[in-house]
């Protein structure tokens, strides 16, 4: 069993997988995750949108096991209070008071319960992602039951069939615009070129699914003891607010007449930039975490853009 890692200079490299091609949603995936242990910033949640088969839910159930994660394939706000009532699910930390990262699989299935339950479920995300729990707000449960997980915050790591959110009727996406789910929360889509599904079925015929030495049935992560302070330089602040802006108007273009200000977004990019550092083992962001996000980012919209063959920070 690997030990926990206290943060020295450490250069991080992703693990290989079976998963061909998925190098930059499995980085963006760890990334958030690793916000859980950065102080002072805001954690920070993520939906991947992407058409089936393309290996979304079998890399996120590599990383279930990690200390913190929390894997829900379906549940309701009231079920995950109840959960925490009872002391089924333990918190990650007491101070700052988080949950960490309910796992969910698929995000519409949040979403197809009767209307009330669904808006509750969005309005418990929202809240638990944000600025916390707080007894002012229902959850279909008393105030007064919620007063030992006031200000709770998590972070929510779920996945969305691409039919499921770019659909004619638009009900999903307005559901998620209407709660503020898409400017709090990082989106990612993307797709695979013809090329990587032809390397997929290649590998497929030659059996690689059954004996491929890449196989990885669980990934864990050396996370910290605790929440570490990561200093970003001011330097990188500017190019930093730059990039949420253009990620912001990218997601502005696909909601249509919706529009995403960017300012959350800004926030989440500094959380991720930090993550980075902590990842590698430093307490400054440097310019590889910057350039790193940048990349990145380039999934970070719902216009499905193809994976890349090769993945320069793995």
Known sequence: MRSRRTVTEMPYHLEKTELLGLEAIQDIIELVLWTLFVMGERIVSLLIVSDSENGKTELMKKYRKNRGVHVRRRFTAYGILTDLRNGIIPLLFEHPRILGAILNFEFTNLLNYKQNTANSNIEFLDAVTE???SKESAYWTSGEELGPFENLKAILVSAMNSFGLLTSTGKVKANLYKGGWLSRNIVVSFSNSALLDLEISNSIARGEYRRDKKFRRLIKLN???KQVEVFLPEHYSQQIR???LEIAEN??????PHKIKGFRLHKSLISLVKASALRDGRKTVNDEDVERIEYLS???????KNLKKEYPYA
Not at 298 to 304: A, E, I, T, V, Y
């Open 131 to 133: 600025e916390g729990l």
């Open 242 to 244: 730059d990039l949420a």
């Open 298 to 304: 380039q999934w970070f919209n719902l216009k499905m």
């Open 223 to 225: 996370f910290p003891d």
């Open 251 to 256: 997601y502005s273009e696909d909601l249509k």
